[in-house]
């Protein structure tokens, strides 16, 4: 069992930057994948970023390519998601999300098995 705790959420003006974390528990954090999605109000959980465990390949939504940067520590057991030039657009839910098994599309929210509580990033205009 993994539990996942994310923190760093906040208002924030359009323009500006936030850095989310996601604290994970568990012995293999390194060998899993991980992935941030948002859920804005009225609509479906989207896929933000990911990282594999394996190999440290890196997957962003087209979206927010390069404003957001994803990375881990795998000696803390986190995985961080730093948000630059915020758009209002970008106000949701954040969760965090892991798998411990092979992700065929990284994408793909069903694929993960472990989910954070989320936390709120609202970005006023």
């Known amino acids: 069992q993994v539990q996942l705790v994310e923190s760093g959420g906040g208002l924030v003006q359009a323009g500006g930057s936030l850095r989310l974390s996601c604290a994970a528990s568990?012995?293999?954090?390194?060998?899993?994948?991980m992935g941030w999605f948002r859920q804005a109000p009225g609509k479906e959980r989207e896929f933000v970023a990911a990282?594999?465990?394996?190999?440290?390949?890196?997957y962003y939504a087209d979206s927010v390519e390069g404003r957001f940067t994803i990375s881990r520590d795998n000696a803390k057991n986190t995985v961080y998601l730093q948000m630059n030039s915020l758009k209002p657009e970008d106000t949701a839910v954040y969760y965090c999300?892991?798998?411990?098994?092979?992700?065929?599309?990284?994408?793909?929210?069903?694929?993960?098995?472990?989910w954070g509580q989320g936390t709120q990033v609202t970005v006023s205009s």
């Open positions: 999300a892991a798998d411990g098994g092979t992700i065929a599309t990284i994408s793909n929210r069903y694929e993960y098995d472990y």
């Open positions: 568990g012995r293999t954090f390194r060998t899993y994948a």
């Open positions: 990282i594999r465990g394996r190999g440290g390949y890196i």
